[in-house]
Nanobody, 121 residues
Framework: QVQLVESGGGLVQAGGSLRLSCAAS????????MGWFRQAPGKEREFVAA????????YYADSVKGRFTISRDNAKNTVYLQMNSLKPEDTAVYYC??????????????WGQGTQVTVSS
């Protein structure tokens, strides 16, 4: 079992930055690929970014490529999402998730409770 707790969300103006953190506890964090997803009001949850267990491979949705950066610190059991040049359409609840069996865009095993990000125009 892996427990995930997100933090770092908030209200920011368009063009600003936020860094989300996801602290993991439980089974060996470094054995899991990690991902960030988001869900805006009235929309389905969507993939944002993913990182392999080593941090050597990263993947991004086209909508955030070049603006968001996913990273991890296995010594701290934490994964991060640095979000720059934020847009109002980035407003959503952001979730981190853990995946066994390698990095991927879906089929995640564990999920956090989410943190709200609101970008004002």
């Amino acid at each position: 079992q892996v427990q995930l707790v997100e933090s770092g969300g908030g209200l920011v103006q368009a063009g600003g930055s936020l860094r989300l953190s996801c602290a993991a506890s439980g089974r060996t964090f470094s054995s899991y690929a990690m991902g960030w997803f988001r869900q805006a009001p009235g929309k389905e949850r969507e993939f944002v970014a993913a990182i392999s267990w080593s941090g050597g491979s990263t993947y991004y949705a086209d909508s955030v490529k070049g603006r968001f950066t996913i990273s991890r610190d296995n010594a701290k059991n934490t994964v991060y999402l640095q979000m720059n040049s934020l847009k109002p359409e980035d407003t959503a609840v952001y979730y981190c998730a853990a995946r066994s069996g390698g990095v991927g865009l879906d089929e995640y095993d564990y999920w956090g409770q989410g943190t709200q990000v609101t970008v004002s125009s």
